[in-house]
């Protein structure tokens, strides 16, 4: 492992941000890790080590505090290699009964956030002639389940967003992978992460089951959070890393469920779709 890597990672307080952090430092490498709070931040890492070691309290909506965060890990550590967009929360509910606002806030964590980060940095690793940037999304922007659009959409930004980023930077030495996890031991599902609207509405049921049987799982995901910290690693060691990546055996099996029936539906219509063009 090349432990002169510097490593930046959003959303570093709890869950998966907050393993793969510690990991890092396990392991010998520099990492500047953002969080609302430092102190907590600092707190829940557990490892004061300034030398390696970089709390940052960032405001992911606030692009001027990104762009400062990025050059305080500059100053620290003379370079940044490695970017982990992983801040993001989850949201639960029918379309009819999520407030505008909180549509507008979960897009601003969980895409604008992402987006304005990678602007922050690309500058930063064209000059370098390197870097690679892991995406979190989910399982969840790939292939959606009842109850869950909105989180769904904000995912699939990341996804697309990544794709198209992927093949604009290759040229300068960066490389980009979406990681779309199915269930991990995170604290997902639990308040500090999830926005749960529960649905007062007549109907519904198959979005109040899909709620019930998600929750009921919270603590019991099959998905290990150490090793997904690892893959992170094996990752960013590895010159080809992919541009998407599915994380958990419950992903590949939905992820390819998709892709089985997609290929179906894409040939049934291919005279409509072909149709569609001037004879």
Do not use: H
Request: glycine letters at 8%.
């Amino acid at each position: 492992m090349n432990t002169s890597k510097v490593w930046y990672v959003t959303g570093a307080s709890q869950g998966l941000g907050l393993t793969l952090v510690k990991k890092l430092l396990e392991n010998g490498y520099q990492v500047a890790a953002t969080s609302r709070d430092a102190y907590t931040l600092s707190q829940a890492v557990g490892l004061i080590d300034k030398e390696r070691f970089l709390p940052l309290a960032v405001d992911l909506n606030n692009m001027d505090c990104i762009d400062e965060s990025i050059q305080q890990t500059l100053a620290a550590f003379g370079r940044i290699d490695v970017v982990v967009n992983n801040a993001g929360y989850g949201m639960a509910g029918t379309i009819e009964e999520i407030a505008e606002q909180d549509i507008r806030n979960i897009f601003n964590v969980n895409v604008l956030a992402t987006i304005d980060v990678v602007k922050s940095v690309l500058p930063v690793m064209r000059s370098q002639k390197s870097g690679y940037i892991i995406n979190i999304g989910s399982v969840a922007g790939f292939v959606g389940a009842p109850g869950w659009s909105v989180y769904s959409a904000t995912k699939a930004a990341v996804a697309a967003f990544s794709e198209v980023i992927a093949l604009d930077v290759k040229e300068f030495g960066i490389r980009v992978t979406v990681v779309e996890p199915s269930g991990f031991r995170t604290g997902f599902l639990t308040k500090d992460s999830l926005a749960l609207i529960s649905s007062k509405i007549e109907g519904y049921e198959a979005v109040k089951d899909t709620q019930d049987r998600y929750l009921s799982a919270n603590g019991q995901q099959p998905g290990d959070p150490d090793r997904a910290a690892e893959i992170f690693i094996e990752l960013a060691e590895n010159p080809e890393p992919p541009m998407q990546l599915f994380l958990g055996a419950d992903a590949y099996k939905r992820a390819s469920g998709k892709l089985a029936a997609m290929s179906a539906e894409l040939e049934q219509w291919k005279s409509i779709t072909i149709g569609a063009d001037f004879k």
